[in-house]
């Protein structure tokens, strides 16, 4: 099973003061099955260490159907306030949560033409009109 990981700080890069003000929630998107397992979307709930570091086990990603997650964190000080990352696709390999956050991005665009895109956004698809050839486009 994928093991993923990481650290959660504030945008000071600071942990919290007290890491009992939040908790750490992956959640599937739907009901799935793989391996002979019914898989149920319930909360896994994630410990953060005091010095932001986070740890778990997922099912990956290539379910049926497949799969994706939502990262919460939950502040707990009665507040309603709620930081949600969705759509995270989770390889067999697991990973840090920011290189699966990084191989779970969608693309959402297609540059059509015989040169490669300016500026594309990540994940731009580069339909080659020339050679009908169509990439993600990756910059050198």
């Known amino acids: 099973m994928p093991v993923v990981n990481g650290v959660l700080t504030d945008f000071g890069l600071e942990p919290f003061d007290d890491w009992n003000e939040v908790e750490l929630v992956f ?14 979307t319930k909360d896994v709930v994630v410990p953060v260490d005091s ?24 502040w707990l000080d009665g507040s309603s306030q709620m930081d949600i990352v969705s759509g995270l696709k989770v390889p067999p390999e697991g990973g840090t949560i920011s290189e699966i956050l990084g191989k779970s991005y969608e693309p959402l665009s297609v540059w059509a033409g015989s040169d490669a895109p300016p500026n594309p956004a ?3 698809w580069w339909l080659d009109i020339e050679t009908d050839d169509l990439l993600e486009y990756e910059p050198d």
Do not use: C, K, W
């Not at 959640?27 to 149920?40: F, V, W």
């Not at 010095?51 to 939950?74: C, D, I, K, M, W």
């Open 27 to 40: 959640r599937a998107d739907q009901p799935a099955m793989a391996g002979g397992r019914l898989l149920a």
């Open 51 to 74: 010095n932001g570091r986070f740890e778990t086990t997922l099912q990956h990603s290539n379910t049926y159907p497949r799969t994706t997650y939502s990262a919460t964190v939950r």
């Open 122 to 124: 990540i994940g731009t």
